[in-house]
């Protein structure tokens, strides 16, 4: 009867909230189940109910944001939208993931190197997926000479990294929402890769289109020959 009135006091979600800010406040290590326990107003039992120790908390932790965040970008990847419709939601969703998980983002970045082996290898798994289908919307959109020319690689890196330097310095009081905070990034990277010429290629002349083939035939050479 205990173990059943103590689940009732507390949910798997306060646990983790508390648990993360305690992380971040005391580190990892100095953080207890106890003091979880404590903060959350509840007893020890009310934990081990659905987390046996610390170390199942970062799991879980973790996996609410890795895992997540790969599974998310691998279903607009296989939508098979335009690059620019693809690139937009791939950025406007992982940044809000963590816009909406500041606490638990930062947590997981610092504190992962205390996972259980296993587990690691997963979350490592799951953030290169990320970065695959990142770099494979955006070498689509080079190949198909819709955004510049660029190392498709490092350019994935970089939004990402721009996405989730936020769990730094977003404040959910603050002037922006965490939508129209997504809605600028996706924006800024989209603005970003798109060549000039093709957001107006509509309303070229005979000479500027000209030109403009002539540079697409160049990108598509140098694409080309990156690929052999």
């Given at each position: 009867?205990?173990?059943?009135?103590s689940?009732?006091?507390?949910?798997?979600q306060a646990?983790?909230?508390a648990?993360a800010?305690l992380f971040?406040?005391?580190?990892?290590?100095?953080?207890?189940?106890h003091e979880i326990?404590k903060?959350?107003g509840?007893?020890r039992?009310?934990?081990?109910?659905?987390?046996?120790?610390k170390?199942?908390?970062l799991?879980?932790?973790?996996e609410?944001?890795?895992i997540?965040?790969?599974q998310l970008?691998?279903?607009?990847?296989?939508?098979e939208?335009?690059p620019e419709?693809?690139?937009?939601?791939l950025?406007?969703?992982?940044?809000?993931l963590?816009?909406?998980h500041?606490?638990?983002?930062r947590?997981?970045?610092?504190?992962?190197?205390?996972?259980?082996?296993?587990?690691?290898?997963v979350?490592?798994s799951?953030r290169?997926?990320?970065l695959?289908?990142f770099?494979?919307?955006?070498?689509r959109?080079v190949?198909?000479g819709?955004?510049?020319?660029?190392?498709?690689?490092v350019?994935a890196?970089a939004?990402?990294g721009?996405?989730?330097w936020?769990?730094?310095?977003?404040?959910?009081n603050?002037?922006?929402?965490a939508?129209?905070?997504?809605d600028i990034l996706?924006d800024?990277?989209?603005h970003?890769?798109?060549?000039?010429e093709?957001?107006?290629?509509?309303?070229l002349?005979?000479d500027?289109?000209l030109r403009l083939?002539?540079?697409?035939?160049s990108?598509?050479k140098?694409?080309?020959g990156?690929?052999?």
């Amino acid at each position: 009867m205990a173990r059943q009135s103590s689940k009732i006091n507390v949910v798997p979600q306060a646990i983790l909230e508390a648990a993360a800010n305690l992380f971040i406040q005391r580190g990892y290590e100095g953080t207890s189940m106890h003091e979880i326990a404590k903060e959350l107003g509840v007893s020890r039992t009310a934990l081990y109910y659905y987390y046996k120790n610390k170390e199942e908390i970062l799991v879980s932790l973790t996996e609410g944001l890795t895992i997540v965040a790969k599974q998310l970008a691998a279903q607009v990847v296989e939508q098979e939208k335009e690059p620019e419709d693809a690139l937009r939601e791939l950025v406007h969703q992982h940044a809000k993931l963590i816009l909406l998980h500041p606490v638990q983002f930062r947590v997981v970045d610092q504190a992962e190197g205390s996972l259980p082996p296993a587990q690691k290898k997963v979350a490592e798994s799951a953030r290169r997926i990320l970065l695959q289908k990142f770099t494979e919307v955006i070498q689509r959109g080079v190949d198909r000479g819709r955004f510049r020319l660029v190392d498709a690689k490092v350019t994935a890196f970089a939004i990402i990294g721009m996405c989730n330097w936020t769990a730094w310095w977003f404040k959910s009081n603050g002037k922006k929402s965490a939508d129209e905070i997504a809605d600028i990034l996706a924006d800024f990277s989209l603005h970003g890769l798109e060549r000039a010429e093709v957001k107006k290629e509509s309303k070229l002349g005979v000479d500027e289109s000209l030109r403009l083939l002539e540079e697409n035939l160049s990108q598509l050479k140098e694409v080309i020959g990156t690929q052999k």
